[in-house]
């Protein structure tokens, strides 16, 4: 499903966080922390995800305030990159924090996309990407990995 208005997204980004979180529920720490996407765990994805949030979320303030939603001089095209930095980023907690910070900046982030107007949420305009991208995409794109992994664990 593609969302086209700001409640449409927002619905979505609720719900598709919803199902990320019960592809986790019931993992425990060595299941967490085993490498097998690539190099990366799934706390390196919980890590990386937090990243995003928290880089992003000033962006959607930035566009609620009616500027542009990228400082001068960064740039995101280099998504690899920036995937690296979050996931080498990830504080050394216990898988049960570092869920509960996901919990707080997936909450920050979606404050900062209420507060953008909701004429600015247009398909494939600046909003709208910051929230799908940083969000329902998101725990969807790795919600289905960590459910597909589950599966061939038969966990």
Known sequence: MTATTKDELLNEAAREYKALHEALHGLNEEQMTEVWLGTWS???IVGHMIGWHREMAPALERLAR??????E?????????????FVAATP??????????????HEAFLRAAASVPKERFQPGRAAWRIVDGNSAHHYREHGDQIRAWRTSRDL
């Open 66 to 71: 009616g500027e542009r939603p990228v400082p």
């Open 73 to 85: 001089g960064v740039s995101y095209d280099d998504v690899d990159a920036w995937n690296a930095r």
């Open 92 to 105: 050394p907690a216990a898988v049960a924090d570092l869920l509960l910070e996901l919990d707080r900046t």
């Open 42 to 44: 799934i706390r390196d």
